[in-house]
């Protein structure tokens, strides 16, 4: 019955180097999200997945960004050539499609601090 | 497009009632949904309504819908200081993409 994890929790960087975030979802769970949560700031939609269908990448807010996901298992977000605008929590949820009401279960975030 | 408004603060004393207010502008929502964010933590449903109804009560939380005026608010009875936290109101249409507000800080004073 373990929830939504993502590793690591706390990422400090250097600007311009590469980070990769990663998202495991309640087990089952067709659909994951990324959002971004600057400090003090609501939530950002990044990208989604739903099974196998094409990723809604309409979030993305630079090239820099990507995301991947392999069936209904995992996530990575990458994030290349890091820019000190880039340091938020970054939060990851998954839901099932069985559940109606569309709640999302959300992990703790990972924390990124870019120097 | 799409958008969820909420106030950024709310301070109350302990034992009071707070009310969070949101409006948002997708008249085809179908779920709205209170989310809360404990420090440190991840975001956690709290509490949803269905688009078809007007109120909806659960121990000390109340949620009143006014359709008509796209607003939504959470209304949280007696106060403690352990409903310190961000509030996010929320919405969808009933599929998978729910479209967050920008969160309202609720601080309770003892």
């Known amino acids: 019955g373990a929830g939504v994890s993502q590793s690591p929790s706390n990422k400090v960087t250097e600007k311009g180097k590469d980070v990769e975030l990663r998202c495991d979802p309640i087990s089952g769970h067709t659909a994951l999200y990324w959002y971004r949560q600057r400090l003090g700031q609501g939530l950002e939609f990044l990208i989604y997945?739903?099974?196998?269908?094409?990723?809604?990448k309409s979030g993305l807010p630079s090239d820099r960004f990507s995301a991947e996901r392999t069936g209904e298992s995992v996530s990575t977000l990458t994030i290349q050539r890091t820019q000190q605008e880039d340091s938020a929590v970054y939060l990851c949820?998954?839901?099932?499609?069985?559940?109606?009401?569309?709640?999302?279960?959300f992990g703790p975030g990972t924390r990124l601090t870019v120097l | 497009g799409e958008d969820v408004e909420q106030s950024l603060f709310l301070s109350v004393r302990e034992g009071d009632s707070s009310v969070i207010n949101c409006t948002y502008t997708?008249?085809?929502?179908?779920?709205l949904y209170w989310y809360k964010q404990e420090p440190g933590a991840g975001l956690q449903l709290l509490t949803y309504i269905f688009s078809n109804m007007d109120m909806k009560q659960d121990q000390r939380l109340t949620v009143l819908l006014n359709k008509k005026d796209k607003h939504l608010s959470l209304r949280i009875a007696d106060t403690q200081t352990g409903d310190s936290a961000i509030y996010f109101c929320a919405e969808s249409t009933g599929g998978f993409k729910t479209i967050f507000g920008a969160g309202t800080r609720l601080f309770v004073k003892a």
């Open positions: 997945f739903q099974g196998n269908s094409a990723p809604d």
């Open positions: 949820a998954s839901s099932s499609r069985a559940k109606t009401t569309g709640e999302q279960f």
């Open positions: 997708d008249s085809s929502s179908t779920y």
